[in-house]
């Protein structure tokens, strides 16, 4: 194979042939995609589907704890997850920027590959495009996703079954994957140990699915942070949240860089944490079922929903003081001094 | 995390709040005159702790919020020239001009890049000696002795297209301003940082010529609770005085580095300051020998007409006469995504503080 990305690599012809056989199916090979119709044609039981899509665009692509495909996989399934669903099939379509080496392509591609097959999902159909160098930043890439949905689980998406006195369950510390980000792009020279949290979710949430727990809701916490899933959990209904700032577990090294640079660790991104809404009777069951999985072993109760203050996110600081949690407006700049 | 956590302690705090309630006598209003004090405020939910009858008021101490449209506007002129990068901390971009704004331009195509330091600047131009890059020196003195390094290090470079656009200021004069203009403060919550290059000296004239208490602060909730109570008892007593409380970081005698740096780079010149005009020697021009890297000097520009927002009252606000939520704007045509004011861009301003924190 070339050792960068031609344009002819998206043009249909015998170069396009040679890539999609030399590298996608080799690292994304099972039996729907090595049919290689214009369609995948599925197996889905009958019921309810989840689908979901989502596109990556990163700088840098590779970073400390994943690279764009990871995260491409992840983004989607965990969409999936978090809707209650299982996820089955993604698709996934390149557009690459002529010139990225081979080596690069086929490292991202097989990192893909390697998460789908942790995930247990198939990558059943996909696209390539390549544009000219300067036209995309390296390489996009949209994932869609289609996931089974129990009709058990339908209500988990919407949060319809919310009521006040429920409890608010965080899987982990927040903003590891923002500030991985940050340092990896050199940002003020930063040299830290701080590695993404990019994961895929979807078997921590089978794991608490299974125990019978009543979940009735559950949001991945991605851009916007943990700040903005919660207010989005507040604008839906007649309740308030409310969270407590000293339960919400944050790595040092995380907090170190935020306080350094003035940012609120609340609003940074995450790849691998998630919000769910419980039965205050079922806690105890879902923290310990999230203990028990790499996942979920730092997973504490971090708030509840309140019958006051609807409409509104409320967050009793360290010290004990409380403020409103407020969406952010725009990307979260850093102080002057 | 250590040096964090002993200032964020749950038991001293109610420790201090308790005592706070003891000494208070009355209605007492204090100033705040930095941003990073403003902003700590609001986020550990400081005001809920307090009693009622201790009213915090935020001043003039967001540099973005005290700086001048005309300021934005040159920035914006300049981003619009084809051999211009412009280089400035992130806050700034946000903030309206008359017409525009530098994100707005830099969604038309300017270069205009964040930094987080005036060495970033400098390693900008050095990278494209093709293009003029200027950085916007905005802040008090904790922000200027880094530019001026900054320019000390160009020259020393021989960097013939780094410029710097100074709208650097200096703090007293504002502060001995608001009393002159009668706004009514018990005690001024004195700036940390500013203090940490400057001492404790520049501010002998607000207990000795106003009879105002005066405590330097940190940034942490017992470093602001604590300078609270010191400044009850100052009040109580009266017996008016500059104080440390920040004593981790701020020297009597500043820091002499620093400062001597600044002094060598900068000299004082009338200022323009959102809310109260010009102040006489409190903003900071470069010296004549460095005036080849004054933007101002060395890149004329076409600047358009500074246009003023109606109805907008950060002005009154900068100077604690009046609260984010007096101003008609406040959180209906003015809030943090379409900010009318510079109060509400800024992380530091009082506007973007309450509308975050305590709508």
Redesign the interface.
């Known amino acids: 194979m070339e050792k960068n990305i031609l344009l002819g690599h998206g043009s249909g012809g015998r170069l396009m042939h040679t890539l999609i056989s030399d590298l996608f199916i080799k690292h994304f090979d099972n039996a729907v995609l090595t049919q290689q119709g214009d369609s995948a044609i599925l197996d889905l039981p009958p019921g309810k589907t989840a689908f979901t899509t989502d596109s990556y665009v990163i700088d840098p692509v590779f970073f400390p704890g994943g690279d764009i495909g990871k995260l491409a996989v992840c983004g989607t399934v965990n969409d999936l997850a978090v809707a209650g669903a299982m996820p089955r099939y993604i698709t996934a379509a390149f557009i690459i920027e002529e010139g990225l080496p081979m080596q690069d392509l086929e490292r991202i591609v097989s990192s893909m590959a390697k998460e789908a097959a942790k995930a247990n999902v198939m990558i059943v159909t996909g696209d390539t495009k390549v544009v000219n160098k300067g036209q995309c930043d390296k390489l996009f890439i949209n994932t869609a996703g289609i996931g089974e949905l129990d009709p058990s689980h339908t209500h988990i998406a919407s949060g319809e079954t919310m009521e006040a006195g429920d409890k608010i369950i965080l899987n982990g510390p927040i903003a590891q994957h923002g500030m991985a980000i940050m340092a990896a792009r050199n940002f003020g020279n930063f040299n830290t140990s701080i590695q993404s949290d990019c994961n895929c979710l979807n078997h921590l949430v089978r794991d608490v699915l299974n125990t019978g727990a009543r979940i009735k809701f559950m949001r991945d916490a991605t851009r916007g942070g943990l700040a903005t899933v919660m207010c989005e959990m507040a604008s839906h209904r007649e309740l308030g949240v409310l969270v407590n700032e000293e339960d919400v577990p944050v790595d040092d090294n995380v907090r170190g860089m935020c306080e350094l640079l003035g940012f609120d660790p609340f609003y940074v991104a995450n790849e691998g944490k998630l919000v769910m809404v419980v039965h205050p009777e079922d806690t105890d069951k879902v923290i310990r079922t999230m203990k028990n999985h790499p996942l979920g072993k730092q997973a504490a109760v971090i708030g509840e929903l309140t019958p006051d203050h609807p409409g509104q996110a409320t967050l009793q600081t360290a010290i004990g003081g409380k403020r409103i949690i407020d969406m952010l407006a725009g990307e979260q700049l850093p102080r002057i001094c | 995390?250590k040096y964090?956590d002993e200032y964020?302690?749950?038991a001293l705090?109610?420790n201090l709040v308790k005592k706070i309630e003891d000494v208070v006598r009355g209605e007492v209003s204090l100033m705040e005159v930095c941003?990073?004090h403003t902003?700590a405020i609001?986020?550990?939910?400081?005001?809920?702790?307090l009693p009622e009858n201790i009213r915090l008021l935020s001043g003039p101490g967001c540099?973005?919020c005290v700086t001048s449209k005309r300021f934005i506007d040159q920035a914006v002129a300049y981003s619009r020239l084809d051999d211009v990068i412009i280089a400035t901390?992130?806050?700034l971009?946000?903030v309206p001009g008359s017409s525009s704004s530098l994100d707005l331009e830099k969604s038309k195509g300017a270069d205009v890049r964040?930094v987080?330091?005036v060495i970033?600047a400098l390693d900008i131009a050095k990278k494209h000696p093709d293009k003029k890059v200027i950085f916007l020196g905005?802040?008090?003195e904790?922000?200027a002795p880094g530019t001026a390094a900054g320019i000390k290090n160009a020259a020393a470079q021989e960097a013939d297209n780094f410029f710097v656009l100074s709208s650097h200021k200096v703090m007293p004069p504002a502060m001995g301003a608001l009393i002159d203009e009668g706004v009514k403060i018990d005690g001024y919550i004195a700036p940390g940082?500013v203090s940490t290059i400057t001492g404790s000296g520049i501010y002998a004239d607000i207990p000795e010529k106003y009879g105002v208490a005066c405590v330097i602060s940190g940034f942490e909730?017992v470093d602001i609770l604590q300078s609270v109570y010191m400044l009850l008892q100052q009040i109580n007593k009266q017996a008016y005085t500059v104080e440390i409380q920040y004593r981790r970081t701020v020297k009597p005698e500043g820091n002499q580095l620093a400062l001597q740096i600044m002094d060598e780079v900068f000299e004082p010149v009338d200022d323009w300051w959102r809310g109260f005009g010009i102040l006489p020697a409190s903003g900071l021009g470069i010296r004549d020998r460095y005036s080849r890297f004054d933007a101002n000097r060395m890149i004329p520009v076409e600047v358009e007409e500074t246009a003023d927002e109606k109805g907008c009252i950060c002005g009154e606000i900068l100077k604690g006469v009046k609260k984010p939520h007096d101003c008609k704007l406040f959180g209906k045509v003015c809030?943090?995504?379409n900010p009318v004011g510079a109060c509400m861009v800024?992380?530091?301003g009082a506007c973007n503080a309450y509308?975050?924190?305590?709508?």
Do not use: C
Request: hydrophobic content about 35%; cysteine-free.
């Open positions: 995390m964090i964020r302690n749950k705090v109610k941003g990073g902003w609001q986020k550990f939910g400081i005001p809920s702790l540099p973005v901390f992130g806050d971009v946000r964040m987080y330091s970033e905005i802040g008090f904790t922000t940082h909730p809030n943090t995504t800024s992380h530091e509308f975050r924190f305590n709508a």
